[in-house]
């Protein structure tokens, strides 16, 4: 026979195990609180597709790499500095609204392939030219006895803006 509290922690366990399974599709917009520079001169209604998204994150990644390959970026939590490795942008990749963009990608620890970042970034495409201008840590590496590493995400989206989890 269960006790109570046995039978709490196996339900908040295969809750947790359906967060991790179905979380990567479950996002929505970023943050309305991340405000796009408002110093653009001259607003464009230049529209940019997948493509153009995807290879502006290929080349902001590429030209912010040290020496060693690896993209360094604060972590607004922790203060730490990260030297991650780039694995990918994921899809899809989006139109928030008028000229901004987002894109959510995957950034490994050096040296550990399986602690991986969810980090996101924020574009904006008012000169008629996509410009990173926001970056953020998403999903941070957990491990779990029963799952291995995952990705524990900081917050979510809710109707365009940022939820911070805890």
């Known amino acids: 026979m269960l006790n109570r509290k046995f039978s709490t922690t196996k339900i908040n366990s295969l809750l947790f195990g359906l967060l991790i399974s179905f979380g990567p599709w479950i996002q929505a917009e970023p943050s309305a609180d991340i405000q796009a520079p408002s110093t653009a001169p001259n607003v464009t209604s230049t529209k940019f597709y997948v493509d153009d998204i995807k290879a502006t994150m290929d080349e902001h990644v590429a030209k912010l790499l ?46 550990d392939p399986d602690k991986l970042y969810d980090i996101d970034f924020w574009l904006d495409g008012a000169t008629g030219q996509l410009v990173v201008y926001d970056t953020k840590v998403h999903k941070e590496p957990r491990k779990s006895l029963i799952y291995g590493w995952y990705k524990q995400p900081r917050y979510t989206f809710v109707k365009d803006e940022i939820r911070y989890l805890y």
Not at 82 to 96: E, G, N, W
């Open 66 to 111: 040290d020496a060693e390959g690896l993209f360094h970026v604060l972590d607004d939590k922790t203060g730490e500095n990260l030297a991650l490795k780039f694995v990918k942008v994921h899809d899809p990749v989006r139109q928030i609204r008028g000229n901004i963009y987002f894109a959510c990608t995957d950034f490994h620890v050096a040296g």
